[in-house]
């Protein structure tokens, strides 16, 4: 429902497999996820498809007005991609990620400023 604030002519992508130009005016608002030609891979979805990904969205969208979420492989440099949840955690702790959520849970480091 957003997806056409931010892209040029997108339309509806839940398996990740189109790529619009992200437009002039939002790009600085998402860098993380605009590649070097100023396009970007996404992913919409709906409440109905995913209501708990769908109320992340909506909620990080309330603090920062932007509603968009990098969807990316989670490992850090040099190591595999996490598979459990223990090694989420972990990972999050040696990463610089300011939050991880896992299911209904919510990790924050202290020094965060969400």
């Given amino acids: 429902e957003e997806a056409d ?3 040029t002519d997108a339309g509806e992508s839940p ?3 189109f790529v619009y130009e992200v ?13 070097i030609d ?7 979805i709906n409440r109905e498809q995913h209501p708990l990904y769908y109320d992340l969205i909506k909620a990080f969208q309330a603090r920062t007005d932007v509603p968009i ?5 989670f490992n850090t440099r040099g190591e595999p991609i996490v598979c459990t ?13 300011d939050a991880l959520v896992i299911g209904p849970f919510l990790l924050e480091k202290a020094w965060s400023n969400l």
């Fill in 5 to 7: 604030k931010w892209f």
């Fill in 15 to 17: 398996f990740m497999l």
């Fill in 23 to 35: 437009l002039p005016e939002k790009a600085e608002l998402i860098p993380a996820v605009q590649h």
């Fill in 38 to 44: 100023g396009t970007a891979r996404i992913q919409t």
């Fill in 69 to 73: 979420l990098v969807n990316t492989s």
């Fill in 85 to 97: 949840p223990r090694d989420a955690i972990e990972c999050f702790w040696t990463s610089p990620l």
